[in-house]
Every structure is written in structure tokens, then in C-alpha cells.
């Protein structure tokens, strides 16, 4: 029988994370992670391929049945979702698919991704995978398989989790890639149909057909800060940042336009918008070709800089993601996100509005310190600031960031508990979301305030006016739509019953 070095694959997740959501209003993005490891493998003899279950529409059997039929060396779950955080809530997608294919091949598995690094020897204890990656993956994936080809012992393998004489082995993480354009030179968008992935729907308001197609372009890994509620760093091993040069990334870009026609992109860096000489050097490359550009990038509240938002904007930077989390100080102090007073936040967003560039604000409900006055002021911020996006989030102690042992320390409920719903507990749109309690207030005050915000904002007159004047009436239907969808919600249900 024929078989493939190496399968990597994103399991099919979105319909329990995102219920009625996902549908057609969330992104299908492209697994950038699984699209760079495989390009590293092939530039190294490697025969790779990618299953996307995602963009493909395949249910956990269909995907089992690719895999099995793919009859790999190494099959390899690549488990990230569309941003770190959502690594964990796909945990249990990939599992159903791995426990299926169990069932019919004794092939091995490997499981990656920012919740995988987070807890390595639980998830092989508790998880259907034969090992996992805790790191950055291409160089575990690259050693592993050589081991299983008759190289090394498990014991050399940098970054692998096994089992061995009934318990559990951590080897050392793989140094951190230090270049990146000499070790992860591109993105394998050959092996993917880029038709079929999607941008968000806010992306494209004046024009909900321009959403596909759409790519997802790293130009840098990892981040400066510290926030206690983000666990962006946990598979390199700590905080600090690296970055692709701009002649990489403009390469990338020149690819995605001129052979497969996309120029909706996202940039899913966790913070783009940082340093001077990397913004520059990418923006004046896509300048100079005079490429028309929708992209969207994340920023701080206290990276913004005048002199950026000029050339951000005529390189096709047409919306930044900002994250506010709170409107009271003490808040973001309590998960070291203090660094800005409440006035910059309307100045800030301003002068970028000012420039022509669209603001999807990103609130957080629920910290630590939060009450409902907290909360009420948080919402009145975003009333007040009135973006053109606006995403509102509970608080959630992902495994990998410092706030999970802070919940763990304080005994809160989490949903990895035992009688919890388990890990797809931490996705914000599941029916069985469990978000945290603080400190004075309980899980489902926190949840409930943070389903009515939904509402309030997006049925909001100002809003709507807003969003007619800058899109059309056509994007006000939508958005009229999108808010009609009623998240189903677990513990609303279980209150009711009792």
C-alpha cells in the first residue's frame, strides 16, 4: 500500500464553537500553521499534505476517512482555530476524529497547538493521540518522523511528549526558530483550495461578495507582552517577538494576488503594529505595486503612532483590531494591561478613524476585578467609541495563560473541572460556554451581561446610522440579521430547568 511522509490536519470545529454563527457569518481561515510546516518539510525531502476539514465541509467521519485513507507515515492534528485562544475549544473536534481513525489504523498521531504546548503530558494522558508537540512544531515533526523511519530514539525528539514505561516523557522545546525567512520561507498555498476560504463578515460590509477569496498571512510570532489573560506565548516558551522581512512577506502578498487572485486578507500577527521598521518596510513594498488591499492587522491602544496610520492606510490596512478589554484602570491592572488612561482610548481610535481606517474594538466582561459597574462602564465606553466593530468577549482562563492558575488558585469552576463541559467550555459562542466568575460577580451574571451588550450594540440607533452612512443600507440588513441569531447557552438552560 502507497502511503505520504506526513498528513497535517484541521479538524472540523465550527459548527459546536460557533453555533448558528457559523454558518456564513464566521471566517474560514487558512491553517496557516499546517501551510508553514508543510512547506518546511517539502524544502527538506518531505512529502506533505494538508487536510483542511474546515474549508472542505467534512464531518469528524469524513475527515476520519480521509486520514485513514492518506495511510501517512505521521498523521499530525494541527489544533490553533482562528486565533490562539481558540485552540483549546477545538480540542474536542480533533479528538472525535482521532478516536475514529484509532479505531480502523494503528498509525501514529501527533497533536500541536497553543493548548497542546499549555498542557502537554495531561493531553497525553487524557487525549487519543500516540504523542504531542510542546512548541513550535517543525522541527519535533521533522525529528519525529525520522525516528519513526528507523532514526532516533523518542528521546531526541525536541519537543516531544510520549509515553514510555506506563508514564509520560517532556522532552526539552526546540530552540526557538531564530530566522524566519531561512526556516519557515513560505506558506504551502498550493496544497489548500484558496477559493474556498472566507474573510469575517465585517471585513467586507460594502460588499459581502468580496469575502472569498481570503488568506491568513503571518509576518511575525509571538509577542512583547505579558497580559495574564492571553496565552499567545505558550509555544515558544515565553514572551518576545521575531519577525519575516519585508521581502518575505511582500513575496507572500505578490503569490496570494497575482496567482490566486486574493486581496482580502488578514494579518493574524498578535501584534502588527509594533515596530517601526517592520510596518514600513512592508508597507512600502505594497505601495510600490500599487495592489489594492483589504487587510486587517491587531494593534495596542499604546503602539499607535500618527506617523503610521498614513502609510497603514494606502497599503490597504483598512481596519485594526484594538484591544480596549475594560474601561476602568484597576480592571486592566488586574491582568497587566494597565498601561493606557481612560481618555487615550477615545483619542487614539479617533485619529485613527481620522485616517480612514476601520476600528474593531475588543472588550473583555468578566476580569477578575470586574462588578457590574465595571462591566456597565465597559459597555458605555463602547456605546461612546461607536466602531465599526466591536467584539465582545467573557473572560475565559485559557491553559497557557497566567490567569488559569489564578482560577485554579482561587477554585473558581472551570470547564475542565470534573462535571464540567470540558474544553469546548472555553469557546465564547458554544452552547456550552463557561466563562469565569470574578471576584464579585458569578458566571452566569458575567454571561448573561455579555450576551445583552451583544444586543444593545448592535440593535443601537447610533450604530446603525453610523454603519448605513459608511457601508449602505445593504450592510444594515446584515447586521439586523446577524443580531436576530439567539446563542443557545447551557447554563441559562440549567438554571431554567432547576
Known amino acids: 500500500m502507497s502511503y505520504i511522509d506526513v498528513l497535517l490536519v484541521t479538524p472540523p470545529s465550527r459548527e459546536q464553537v460557533y453555533q448558528s454563527l457559523g454558518s456564513d457569518l464566521a471566517a474560514v481561515e487558512p491553517p496557516v500553521w499546517s501551510l508553514l510546516i508543510a512547506e518546511f518539510l517539502r524544502r527538506r525531502g ?110 531526541d525528539v525536541p519537543g516531544l511528549c510520549y509515553e514510555q514505561d506506563g508514564r509520560a516523557h517532556l522532552n526539552p522545546m526546540a530552540e526557538k526558530i531564530a530566522n524566519l525567512d531561512e526556516t519557515l520561507p513560505g506558506q504551502a498555498w498550493d496544497l489548500v483550495d484558496m477559493s474556498k476560504y472566507r474573510a469575517h463578515n465585517w471585513q467586507c460590509l460594502d460588499d459581502p461578495s468580496k469575502r472569498m477569496p481570503y488568506a491568513s498571512l503571518q509576518t511575525s510570532l509571538g509577542c512583547p507582552y505579558k497580559c495574564s489573560f492571553c496565552c499567545i506565548n505558550t509555544p515558544f516558551g515565553g514572551s518576545g517577538i521575531r519577525f519575516w522581512s519585508p521581502d518575505y512577506v511582500i513575496g507572500e502578498i505578490d503569490t ?158 472551570l470547564p475542565d473541572d470534573p462535571g464540567g463541559p470540558g474544553w469546548i467550555g472555553y469557546s465564547q459562542h458554544a452552547y456550552e460556554t463557561l466563562p469565569l466568575p470574578t471576584n464579585h460577580l458569578s458566571t452566569q451574571e458575567v454571561l448573561s451581561f455579555r450576551d445583552q451588550a451583544f444586543d444593545t450594540y448592535f440593535t443601537n440607533s447610533d450604530y446603525l446610522s453610523m454603519i448605513g452612512k459608511t457601508f449602505g443600507e445593504s450592510a444594515v440588513e446584515h447586521l439586523q440579521s446577524m443580531a436576530g441569531h439567539t446563542l443557545k447557552r447551557k447554563l441559562f438552560s440549567d438554571a431554567d430547568a432547576a
Open 46 to 155: 518531505v512529502e506533505a499534505r494538508v487536510l483542511d476539514a474546515e474549508a472542505e465541509g467534512y464531518t469528524h467521519e469524513e475527515t476520519a476517512r480521509k486520514i485513514v485513507d492518506a495511510n501517512a507515515v505521521l498523521t499530525v492534528y494541527v489544533i490553533y482555530g482562528q486565533q490562539p485562544s481558540a485552540s483549546t475549544q477545538c480540542m474536542p473536534g480533533g479528538r472525535k476524529v482521532c478516536e475514529l481513525v484509532n479505531a480502523e489504523t494503528d498509525r501514529p498521531s501527533l497533536v500541536m497547538g497553543t493548548h497542546a504546548s499549555a498542557l502537554p503530558e495531561r493531553t497525553l494522558v487524557e487525549e487519543p493521540y500516540t504523542f504531542v508537540c510542546h512548541g513550535e512544531g517543525p522541527h519535533t515533526i521533522l525529528s519525529l518522523l525520522e525516528e519513526l523511519k528507523g532514526g532516533l530514539s523518542f528521546a
Open 256 to 413: 496570494l494576488v497575482e496567482k490566486y487572485g486574493v486581496s482580502v486578507i488578514k494579518i493574524p500577527d498578535e501584534l502588527f503594529v509594533l515596530n517601526k521598521n517592520h510596518i514600513n518596510g512592508i508597507c512600502d513594498r505594497i505601495i510600490d505595486r500599487g495592489y489594492d488591499l483589504n487587510m486587517w492587522a491587531y494593534a495596542r491602544i499604546d503602539t499607535i503612532k500618527p506617523a503610521f496610520l498614513e502609510k497603514l492606510k494606502k497599503a490597504g490596512i483598512q481596519w485594526l483590531g484594538i484591544g480596549v478589554e475594560s474601561a476602568r484602570k484597576h480592571v486592566r491592572e488586574g491582568v497587566t494591561k494597565g498601561h493606557f488612561i481612560d481618555a487615550d482610548v477615545s483619542e487614539v481610535i479617533k485619529m485613527i478613524r481620522d485616517h480612514g481606517i476601520y476600528v474593531s474594538s475588543n472588550f473583555i466582561f468578566g476580569l477578575p476585578d470586574d462588578d457590574m459597574d465595571s462591566m456597565q462602564a465597559t459597555l458605555d465606553l463602547a456605546l461612546e467609541l461607536n466602531t465599526e466593530w466591536a467584539n465582545f468577549y467573557s473572560a475565559m482562563a485559557y491553559p497557557g495563560s497566567e490567569l488559569y492558575g489564578v482560577a485554579k488558585g482561587k477554585s473558581w469552576k
